[in-house]
């Protein structure tokens, strides 16, 4: 299958085939520069929701192959009339000024595909690339993730993962999940409180896969075994009892004496930004691969620019 | 009359051979990228205004003439002094810089003469571009407004034109009216509730121009005759009574059956963004101008750039 | 001493032959384009506090080397956490994406050399620049003032300087009184209201320099002595009293009468933004320095860049 003219609405799209080329380009793009195939083009960024690391990703990316970059991150100011009508409206008009690709985030689970249809619709060729949807998707970031499993673990298969934290509202969970079921051999573990237990939707897409996975609220018999802990952050806007969420946040901290409990070859990740979910003595570990994970994402996705666009 | 360094502070610069020669710049920019006469240059935009659509419009002309776009949207943070002190202040900086071209929207109708005055003043030759200055003027919108009527009817002579909904604080109004006061045989309609009728100004440039005008809060004998139905947004801002705003806001929607009564060659414009005034089922007729009219502002911009500052 | 690779944390590095060779490239740079040393790389701006002019200004410099500029101005959103953990996630994270130099403006003294130190810990080679750190230093600002007071009086030696209105928490001074420590023949006055008196570090630093100063409220006798009047624009966010705010704000108010008393070859300077400290009718003498003094910023800017990258 090949990603030109495609949308990444969601991390499905990341066929193994699609993600071995994606991970090779990504490799040779860690100290090549890539032709400026956007030399003269601009790329459109909406941003719906703030977002300081992914939005430098994406603009880094498009910068690279020598685009410029029209930016709009107070999308959010035209939400008084009825959502879905004014992003059709926003997002029609960008589409008329020919951006070489569409980079949205939003706060709607379902904008990236409802943009998306009505580009179709209306006969535009733009390739929309969702940035993070709501409590949804975040493609890039799972093909990012990935990536990282692979370069720092060597494989794909094979791994044993624990989702740590916010199992329920982190779209990072849910597309990697989608990504991690299509490799052979995967275990997952969901760890969190009961109020951030992992979705059905999630669970179902494991069960269809065969996916083993267990659900816990105590990691210590984890942190020795898995090759990958990935640490969330949860997030205080899905928390309406603020007691609750303080609670929440502390119960699960990576400090120093658990993380030198795991694997001399396991790695920690984390979407990034940080809380204090895993504390600062921890970044020197050779498992603390979180940092080096924010450093492939300008790579990836110049290389996802260029199988969708080049 | 050439506009070459000359600033663009209201919609009177655009005469009738003005606007040819800037109609037939802009249809060749549709299809064609133009020489990039800006780069290694920079254009600087002052927005005290927020604004996506025409803040978008102008970075992309710009950035299809090779320019880097200096862009500030917090200007407005120095409105607790003498505002006329720091635009001044803020302008002479910007112009010291040496940009080759200032675009400037404004809550103030007269912050661009303001500033280009000043610029004069001082020696400076960097033109001003008037992106919307309060309940002014907005030129580059009428220009874009009456090449999208000459483009979609194939003529700007014997256009009857209706304005509906604000007619009262809309700039783009007030601007258009001065260019269709020099189209012969022209006639226009203000459609409107009585909080929001037409000015004096307005009124009186129709009168010295000749031209026949009509105010009305009925708009069902005009749908079927005019060639365009000139949609406008009324907003919040300009009332203090949130129920009257509720009351005009939705006095004239135009839904899909009135759309449907419309000459098959009219059609419908709208400066956007729109909130209910139209509703989404007409934008698939061929009266629904306003996305192709929001289409030709990048090469309408890039256009003026290039008569500007070519 | 070469200034290649080096951060620019305070005004401390700009030795007098570091500054030599900084004049005379910003003095060359004033008619001519840089060679673009950036070109296809970026300069990151990181920006806890707002800011137009000195954002702009490194911005220019930056465009002008041929670069493009990732910025973010909501760095702050993320201060809910511990500031000092989140400032080297966040740096760190920039670091990664390899930009030429980063951009620092932040609301703690200490910012940049936290900053740098963590750099330079993880391996980083990444030039940091101090663009302002709370009350504490401005180094290119300074520079860029005493370039200024070279360019309009002709030299830097022998120089009666008198600091007008926010003597305390006026970074700008502190960073230019380090400059002028160091310049032979040097003289240095503090006018202000005693709220806002001159810290204990700036007057020891003019102490073990041997450079004589005064502090005094009452500045008619200086006024037309000195060569440079250095007028600041007192804060409100330092003052929890606002009666007393008013107060100070309009005590030392550079009026027309005021300022014809100068000496014909001094010179008044200002960092910009004012606010009414100096009136506008001062702008058009010959004294008037200070839109000059902004108009060497981005060369100056764009020398530096040249001479830490280049």
């Not at 083009?41 to 703030?50: G, K, S, W």
């Not at 733009?126 to 975040?138: I, K, L, Q, R, T």
């Not at 275990?187 to 083993?212: C, M």
Request: charged share 25%; hydrophobic share 40%; proline share 7%.
């Amino acid at each position: 299958m090949s990603l030109k003219g495609r949308s990444i609405l969601d991390a499905g799209i990341f066929t193994p085939d699609v993600f071995a080329e994606l991970a090779e380009r990504t490799t040779r793009l860690l100290d090549a520069r890539p032709e400026p195939i956007f030399r003269d083009e601009v790329v459109a960024m909406l941003f719906y929701q703030p977002s300081t690391r992914t939005r430098m990703s994406f603009q880094l990316a498009a910068i690279r192959l020598g685009a410029q970059v029209i930016y709009t991150e107070d999308a959010g100011q035209f939400s008084s009339a009825a959502k879905g009508e004014i992003l059709e409206d926003t997002t029609r008009i960008v589409a008329g000024y020919r951006p070489k690709a569409l980079v949205l985030r939003h706060h709607d689970e379902d904008a990236p595909v409802v943009v998306d249809r009505n580009m179709q619709r209306l006969g535009f060729a733009m390739p929309v690339f969702n940035a993070g949807s709501g409590a949804g998707e975040h493609p890039t970031q799972a093909a990012l993730d990935l990536y990282t499993i692979q370069r720092e673990l060597g494989r794909t298969s094979d791994v044993e993962v624990a989702f740590v934290g916010d199992c329920r509202y982190s779209r990072t969970v849910r597309s990697l999940v989608t990504l991690l079921a299509r490799c052979p051999g995967a275990k997952v573990h969901f760890v969190s409180v009961p109020e951030l237990r992992v979705g059905a939707d999630v669970r179902d897409t494991l069960d269809r896969a065969g996916v083993p996975y267990t659900e816990t609220d105590d990691w210590e018999d984890l942190v020795p075994t898995v090759d990958i802990l990935y640490m969330t952050r949860p997030q205080k806007e899905w928390f309406t009892d603020e007691a609750m969420f303080q609670t929440v946040k502390d119960r699960f901290v990576l400090d120093l004496p658990t993380a030198r409990r795991m694997k001399p070859g396991a790695r920690i990740l984390h979407p990034l930004p940080r809380n204090e979910e895993i504390a600062l003595a921890v970044d020197p570990l050779p498992q603390a691969a979180y940092f080096r994970q924010a450093d492939y994402g300008p790579p990836l996705r110049t290389a996802l620019f260029q199988m969708v666009c080049g």
